[in-house]
């Protein structure tokens, strides 16, 4: 295995291995290596991305001084050490274990701590876990299209008060709907998904590009809303990204909103041409690495672990930045009211970009870019 090739990296931004990282072997980007003693920026990705997924705003943060790090993350693109296998160990894909990863990246590359650590997507959450279980390595964090709505609590009091019938699960009410659907993290954690997303009928490239522009500004059914609470009847008004049709795979769901050809070539934050580096690392390891992340946050063994945090609330400077277009900022009921209330004590701003889907970074790098920099600033955390 080799790094990732330079001809699709922007000026000034490098690829390479960083060895001995709780178990694997790390594939970063990085810029702004030069001179040392930078203030390290961590920056984290999601499902179903890569470290590439940063390369819109690493220049611009490097120049502003920082010395600025993407891994590919436990599961995902060129990092090894990690199993695809469904019957595997899933708790090496458990939070602590993620933010064990990170804590090791940045002891290995020489800085005991970062100036802030960023997340998007399920980055985001690891993201969060850092600041809040390391918030001596982690002082800041920024957190982009996932809301931080606090850690899972112990169930209070139930000695004296208990539940003589369990409610239905959110997943069997969903499906008793009148057009019955199903969650996309339930779907996620199924045997099938891998093989679905592998092996889609219209291949890697076209679930891709259909999955990306469907929850993009591209796509113009997306105009998200709060919702009223975690009820099927609220859930399902979301779109079938995220609450699928009961009987569909992933790509039989996005394959409805392919971009026409015009889209496409109209496109100017994911020509093909970097939608390329994506259709070749997963043509190549498959999803399951990625899949691994959301079956492990519903197992019993990854909650009761959480819930030694239950009550903890992100101390440190954080931020909150997605984009107007994204429904990832409401899929979760409540969860950015928390946020803003009592799970981030210090959040010193909320944006949402206009012009902006769920893949912020990309879209809209250059307000991105301006947000972290003024989040950083008044953090204390400038170079």
């Given at each position: 295995m080799t790094p990732l090739e330079p001809d699709v990296l922007p000026p000034g931004v490098r690829a390479r291995f960083v060895r001995d990282v709780n178990g694997l072997?790390?594939?970063?980007?990085?810029?702004g290596i030069a001179p040392e003693g930078r203030p390290l920026l961590l920056l984290l990705h999601g499902f179903p991305e890569l470290a590439y997924s940063w390369r819109k705003v690493m220049p611009a943060l490097a120049e502003a001084g920082y010395h600025v790090v993407a891994p590919d993350?436990?599961?995902?693109?060129?990092?090894?050490?990690?199993?695809?296998?469904?019957?595997?160990?899933?708790?090496?894909?458990?939070?602590?274990?993620?933010?064990?990863?990170?804590?090791?990246?940045?002891?290995?590359?020489?800085?005991?701590?970062?100036?802030?650590?960023?997340?998007?997507?399920?980055?985001?959450p690891v993201a969060s876990y850092c600041a809040l279980t390391r918030p001596d390595v982690f002082p800041a964090a920024a957190m982009m299209s996932a809301p931080f709505g606090g850690m899972p609590e112990i169930p209070f009091d139930t000695d004296r008060n208990r539940r003589a019938q369990p409610e239905p699960s959110i997943h069997e009410a969903l499906a008793a709907l009148p057009r019955p659907r199903k969650h996309y993290q339930h779907y996620y954690?199924?045997?099938?998904?891998?093989?679905?997303?592998?092996?889609?009928?219209q291949?890697?490239?076209?679930?891709?590009?259909?999955?990306?522009?469907?929850?993009?500004?591209?796509?113009?059914?997306?105009?998200?809303h709060r919702l009223g609470g975690w009820r099927a009847e609220e859930l399902a008004k979301m779109p079938t990204y995220y609450i699928m049709d009961l009987h569909e795979t992933m790509p039989e769901t996005v394959a409805k909103e392919m971009p026409s050809p015009a889209e496409i070539?109209?496109?100017?934050?994911?020509?093909?041409?970097?939608?390329?580096?994506?259709v070749q690392e997963y043509?190549?390891?498959?999803?399951?690495?990625?899949?691994q992340w959301y079956r492990v946050r519903s197992d019993p063994r990854c909650i009761a672990e959480m819930e030694v945090f239950g009550g903890r609330s992100i101390d440190v400077p954080s931020v909150f930045i997605s984009g107007t277009s994204d429904w990832g900022v409401y899929q979760i009921p409540g969860a950015l009211e928390r946020m803003q209330g009592t799970s981030c004590t210090r959040l010193l701003g909320c944006h949402l970009i206009?012009?902006?889907?769920?893949?912020?970074q990309q879209e809209q790098p250059e307000q991105v870019t301006a947000l972290l920099l003024d989040f950083l600033r008044e953090a204390g955390r400038a170079p």
């Open positions: 072997t790390m594939h970063i980007l990085e810029a993350q436990r599961g995902y693109g060129r990092t090894m050490g990690w199993s695809a296998d469904y019957d595997g160990d899933l708790m090496a894909f458990r939070m602590m274990t993620l933010v064990r990863d990170m804590l090791g990246l940045v002891f290995a590359l020489g800085h005991r701590s970062v100036a802030a650590v960023i997340g998007h997507d399920f980055g985001s954690c199924t045997r099938p998904a891998n093989a679905d997303l592998w092996h889609a009928p291949g890697v490239h076209d679930f891709l590009r259909a999955y990306y522009h469907h929850k993009s500004a591209d796509w113009a059914g997306n105009r998200p070539a109209a496109n100017r934050w994911l020509p093909d041409a970097e939608l390329a580096v994506y043509q190549r390891t498959g999803f399951q690495g990625g899949l206009e012009g902006a889907g769920h893949w912020v």
